[in-house]
């Protein structure tokens, strides 16, 4: 999967558009146990993405693959 768009949510989650229109929820709550990605808790470092396109990157350095997102996201019907 190629990432076309990525947006934060509020309650720390991602919006995510693939290259082929297909959008989804990403939940990044269940990683904040992994030291990196705990300082993402912090909504203003949260915001702070960077999209790849084959990867989402963070300003204080976590990272998650498209690969990790299109096995875990929710797709929403169009």
């Given at each position: 999967?190629?990432?076309?768009?990525?947006?934060?949510?509020?309650?720390?989650?991602?919006?995510?558009?693939?290259?082929?229109?297909?959008?989804?929820?990403?939940?990044?709550?269940?990683?904040f146990k992994y030291d990196i990605f705990s300082?993402?808790?912090?909504?203003?470092?949260?915001?702070?993405?960077?999209?790849?396109?084959?990867?989402?990157?963070w300003s204080c350095g976590a990272d998650l693959?498209?690969?990790?997102?299109?096995?875990?996201?929710?797709?929403?019907?169009?």
């Amino acid at each position: 999967m190629k990432i076309s768009e990525v947006h934060p949510l509020s309650d720390f989650t991602l919006q995510i558009i693939s290259e082929d229109g297909r959008i989804g929820i990403f939940d990044v709550n269940p990683y904040f146990k992994y030291d990196i990605f705990s300082l993402l808790k912090n909504e203003a470092e949260f915001i702070k993405i960077f999209n790849g396109s084959y990867f989402i990157e963070w300003s204080c350095g976590a990272d998650l693959s498209a690969d990790t997102i299109e096995a875990n996201w929710q797709l929403r019907s169009m």
